[in-house]
């Protein structure tokens, strides 16, 4: 089943999470990708944060009301800034992004 994102309803969600997390952490970068389990759309968040709660703390609440209410299922998952530096290819070998 694919997800189709760029409905106005998830391109608000995205841009919303974005920004909440940009608020706080301004060299946050993002990757959207479409994920099986649970289906929807996985927004990865590379920010600096300590505490990977913290990010989560920023959206999780209005994340839950929109996908109950709206039925958009956009899921944030925080990851360390110096995950971006690195890809895992096919292989299993780590490379540079």
């Not at 694919?2 to 993002?30: C, G």
């Not at 925080?78 to 992004?97: D, F, G, K, R, Y």
Request: proline share 6%.
């Amino acid at each position: 089943m694919s997800v189709k994102p760029w409905n106005e309803t998830m391109q608000h969600a995205i841009a919303e999470v974005e920004a909440r997390i940009l608020a706080v952490y301004p060299d946050a970068t993002f990757r959207l990708v479409e994920g099986e389990d649970p289906i929807g759309l996985y927004l990865d968040a590379y920010t600096d944060a300590e505490d990977a709660f913290a990010v989560l703390d920023l959206v999780s609440d209005w994340l839950v009301d929109l996908s109950v209410n709206a039925g958009v299922h956009l899921h944030v998952i925080p990851l360390p800034q110096e995950a971006t530096c690195t890809l895992v290819n096919s292989n299993n070998t780590v490379e540079p992004l």
